[in-house]
């Protein structure tokens, strides 16, 4: 599975970004898709996930701000991030989890920094 991630950049406070992450090669639909994030130095972090069937989890400090969705037909997933705060400053990671065995699969990362 390959995965490759567009959509950061820099955005000020309170601003808004779209991420979308496309999947290609051995795709099953009931793959588990979703968006992690790292800042260097620190661990990699679950920011949301959706199931094929539109089930969303999110991390408590996205929540009400970030929304995850998926395009089953383009293997597609985005995350809209609204009212972004500089602690949102990050590397986001596309991820693709199997059900059957929780192999993961990830994106290269893109960027995305909160600043004014």
């Known amino acids: 599975v390959q995965l490759v991630e567009s959509g950061g950049g820099l955005v000020q406070p309170g601003g808004s970004l779209k991420l979308s992450c496309t999947a290609s090669?051995?795709?099953?639909?009931?793959?588990?898709m979703g968006w992690y994030r790292r800042v260097p130095g620190q661990q990699r972090e679950m920011v949301a996930t959706?199931?094929?069937?539109?089930?969303?989890d999110y991390a408590p400090n996205v929540q009400g701000r970030f929304t995850v969705s998926r395009d089953n037909r383009k293997n597609t997933v985005y995350l809209y991030m609204n009212n972004l705060k500089p602690e949102d400053t990050a590397i986001y990671y596309c991820?693709?989890?199997?059900?059957?065995?929780?192999?993961?699969?990830w994106g290269q990362g893109t960027q995305v920094t909160v600043s004014s």
């Open positions: 959706i199931t094929s069937g539109g089930t969303e």
């Open positions: 991820s693709s989890r199997r059900r059957s065995n929780s192999q993961r699969w």
């Open positions: 090669g051995d795709i099953l639909t009931n793959d588990i």
